[in-house]
C-alpha cells in the first residue's frame, strides 16, 4: 500500500509561486498515472493536471502556462510548480495516483493553497 502525503501548501499573494510536493511511502515507477485535484471553497473537486509514467502531462485550461506538474520516480515524488497564482487557485490540493494492474488508486490527505492579498 502506497501513502501519499502532499506538502508545501501555504498563504500566498496574487502573482506569487508556490511548489507542492506528493511523497509515497513506495516506489512510484509503477504508478500509471498521477494527479492534482483541488476543491476551493463551495466548489466541486477538479483536474488540475495529470502525468503519466511516460511523463505525458495534461492541463486544465484554467492553469495552461501557469502550472507545470513533474515527477521524481527516484525520489518518489510527484510536484506541482504553480506560478502567477491567483485568488481562484484557492482551494485544497490532492494528490492521485492511479496503477492499472492490479488496480489500485491512492490519494493524499491535502494541502490548503490560500491566495490572497
Known amino acids: 500500500q502506497v501513502q501519499l502525503v502532499e506538502s508545501g501548501g501555504g498563504l500566498v499573494q496574487p502573482g506569487e509561486s508556490l511548489r507542492l510536493s506528493c511523497a509515497a511511502s513506495?516506489?512510484?515507477?509503477?504508478?500509471?498515472?498521477m494527479r492534482w485535484y483541488r476543491r476551493g471553497p463551495g466548489k466541486q473537486r477538479e483536474l488540475v493536471a495529470g502525468?503519466?509514467?511516460?511523463?505525458?502531462?495534461n492541463y486544465a485550461d484554467s492553469v495552461k502556462g501557469r502550472f507545470t506538474i513533474s515527477r521524481d520516480n527516484a525520489k518518489n515524488t510527484l510536484y506541482l510548480q504553480m506560478n502567477d497564482l491567483k485568488p481562484d487557485d484557492t482551494a485544497v490540493y490532492y494528490c492521485?495516483?492511479?496503477?492499472?494492474?492490479?488496480?489500485?488508486?491512492?490519494w493524499g490527505q491535502g494541502t490548503q493553497v490560500t491566495v490572497s492579498s
Open positions: 492521485y495516483g492511479g496503477r492499472t494492474w492490479p488496480a489500485r488508486t491512492y
Open positions: 513506495g516506489s512510484i515507477s509503477s504508478i500509471d498515472v
Open positions: 502525468i503519466t509514467s511516460g511523463g505525458t502531462t
